[in-house]
Structures are given as C-alpha cells and as structure tokens.
C-alpha cells in the first residue's frame, strides 16, 4: 500500500498532475522581458506626468514673482540713476527730523560720475496764493532744466495750479512759519532740505509771494552759477537791533564776536544748504534765546555760516528792499509805483563786489509788490526786465 502510494508519487511527479508543483513552475523569459518593459514605460509616464505638473506650477509661480519684482530689477539694472533722479513727487509723509537727515546725506566728492547739470532751486516761502505766479511764469519758460521750484505755504492752502505751469505740483509739506520766530527759519530748512534731494541742484534762492526777477534767466542763472561766494547779509550790527539782541547763554557755541545781522531772504550753493540743513549744535541755541525782540530769522543762518563757513559769504543779498520808509517792515509797491523811472532806481548808481571785481548789478531780485503790480508788471517785463 505504501509502495502504491509512493508510485503514485511518481507518476504524478512526472505527468505534471500534482497541484502543489505548478506554484514554483518559472515563467518564460520573453514573458518577463516584456513585463519589465510594460513596468519601465509605466513608471517613465508616470516621471514625466508629474514633471510637467511640478514644472507648469512652478513656472506659474516664478512667473508671478519676477513680474512683481519688476520695478526692482529695473531699478537695479539702471545703476546710480536711482540715485540722481529728483523725486518726482514732492509731498511725502516724512517728518522733518527724518527730511533733515535725509537731505543731509550728499556727495563729498567735487566730481560728478556723471553729465550733471546745474540747476537753481527757487524756493517760495509763501502764505497761500501766489499773486504774482504769471510773471515767473514767462521768466522760467523756455528753460526747463535749469531750474526747480518748492512752494512752502501755510499747511491749509493747497496750490491748484494747470498741468502745463512750472508751479504744478511743486508743494511741499509745510508747517505754520511765524514771522521772527524759528518756525520761520524751520521753513526755510525744510525748503533746503526737500531741494537738496534733486542732487541737480546747485544754487538754492529763497523768495516770496510778493517777490520779482529784475532780469531775464539766462542772465540770473548766469550770475549765479559763475559766483564764487553765497550771498546773504551777515554784519556786525553793535547797535540795539544787532548785538543788543545777544545772550550770553549762547555761549561758548555763539560768542558775541560771531553774533551777526542779515536778510531773510538769500542766495546760496549747495554745500552752504547742505551746512544749514546739517546743523544741530547751533540750532538749539538759537531756539532757546532768541525769541523776539530777538528776531531768529535775521540772526540765526548769517551767525552760524560766518563761524562755520565766513569766506564763502558775499555779505550781501541779490535781494533789493526798500527801507527808506521807516518801521519794521520794508514798503510794499502798488500799481502806480511800476513805472520805468521806479526801476531806474532800483538798477543804477551801486556797485558792488563781485568775484574778483566789481559790478554794478547787484540786485537781482526785488520786493515787496503787491497783487495789483501783476498787470503794469507783465506789460513792462520785456522793455525793462527783459522777458
């Protein structure tokens, strides 16, 4: 029976008739060829498929990206233009510690990387309107460039002027500025500073509403530009309104031999703005003790340019007032006053230093003129002013 059963065995062993015998039975090797390639295609779609996905998504995303960079690339790519271009828009939300201290960031080098033309800066220390704006007008066309101008009025006017006027846009933020007070001076620094951020300009000429050019541009800008020294007024004034207004509490940064004297209304170069502008050893004084009758607008810039920079003053203002009529304030010209005659006497019988010599134009602006001169102005500006 047990032989039987081992024949069996055998016999199955060999007819292939045993189920358990079959689980080990290797398959073809054509068969496992073609499996293998069947799973090498499979997974190579798959690689691809999901290569396309990532690579589709994420050229999406850096598209996304580099195109919201794209200012600063551009601005990269344009190099030290970034650096030289005026602002474009004047107002900005920074408070004037931070304007001064930004303005007071400029070159140290004389020489300019660059075809840098010189521009003058026409600062405007206004109320409110600009009465006068139509003769500045025709005295500034033509010569874009050359020039730049900033209103600084009280902080509720706000300047409506057409897109094609030179004074479009040309606000500044301002502050209350009253008269003999260093609010006064603080709005002359913040004209300074927001001009010293064109790196252009290099004459900066504060003005008022009621001030007028006495010649056409070309000759101002000439004048100006050619100058050796700054002008604005710096005396020793030993009498009760110069030295007389001094305290002693100044010292030592102010002695009483510096104490100077002078217009508020000046002309000067960029590195005696950049001086102003910079300033903060004098500037307390000042606020501190010269309060009125002490009158810090007369006093505080011509003081603190004849200690730091003396030699660069002209002493003397392009601006022409007349004091001749007695007061605090310098008389003011109606209509009736814009004859030929009226600016006989403001141009003729002076000279004055010049360079190296002498001039005798020594004025090249004047005022105080009132709404009403605009008409008689503009109708005698080509004979006389020469524009």
């Given amino acids: 029976m047990q032989q039987t059963r081992v024949v069996q065995l055998e016999e199955g062993k060999e007819n292939g008739t045993m189920v358990r015998t079959g689980q080990y039975k290797s398959f ?92 003058i800066a026409f600062m405007f220390l206004t109320k409110g309107p600009l009465p006068l704006a139509s003769l500045w007008e025709r005295f500034l066309k033509g010569h874009k460039g050359l020039y730049s101008v900033y209103i600084h009025p009280h902080p509720s006017f706000t300047a409506k002027f057409p897109v094609n006027s030179v004074f479009h846009e040309r606000q500044i933020p301002s502050q209350v500025a009253e008269w003999g007070r260093m609010s006064m001076c603080d709005a002359e620094k913040r004209l300074l500073a927001n001009a010293l951020l064109d790196i252009s300009n290099e004459r900066f000429v504060l003005v008022s509403e009621s001030c007028i050019p006495l010649f056409n541009f070309t000759t101002i800008y000439s004048y100006l530009i050619k100058s050796k020294h700054s002008f604005m ?30 217009s508020q209304w000046f002309e000067i170069n960029r590195d005696l703005a950049a001086t102003i502008v910079e300033d903060t050893l004098y500037y307390p004084k000042f606020k501190e003790f010269c309060r009125p009758a002490c009158y810090v607008d007369e006093h505080y810039f ?17 601006t022409w007032v007349d004091w001749s009529r007695g007061g605090p304030h310098p008389a003011t010209f109606g209509r009736s006053d814009i004859t030929e005659k009226f600016f006989e006497r403001i141009f003729d019988g002076r000279n004055c230093p010049y360079n190296d010599g002498n001039t005798s134009m020594c004025y090249l602006f004047a005022r105080k003129f009132a709404p009403s001169t605009l008409e008689p102005l503009l109708h005698i500006a080509h004979k006389v002013l020469g524009f």
């Fill in 28 to 119: 073809p090797p054509k068969l496992l060829l073609l499996l293998g390639f069947f799973l090498a295609f499979a997974v190579t779609v798959f690689i691809i498929s999901v290569s396309t996905i990532k690579y589709s998504g994420i050229q999406s995303v850096v598209t996304t990206v580099t195109s919201s960079f794209v200012p600063c690339r551009e601005e990269e790519s344009s190099g030290l233009s970034r650096w030289i271009q005026p602002p474009m828009v004047l107002m900005h939300n920074m408070s004037d510690e931070e304007l001064l201290w930004r303005a007071s960031l400029w070159p140290r080098r004389k020489e300019y990387p660059f075809n840098r033309v010189p521009k």
């Fill in 302 to 318: 011509p003081t603190m340019l004849t200690i730091e920079k003396p030699a660069v003053l002209a002493n003397r203002s392009l």
């Fill in 233 to 262: 007024g710096a005396f020793d004034d030993l009498g009760p309104f110069g030295r007389g207004r001094y305290s002693q509490n100044m010292e030592p940064e102010v002695p009483i031999t510096k104490w100077r004297k002078g």
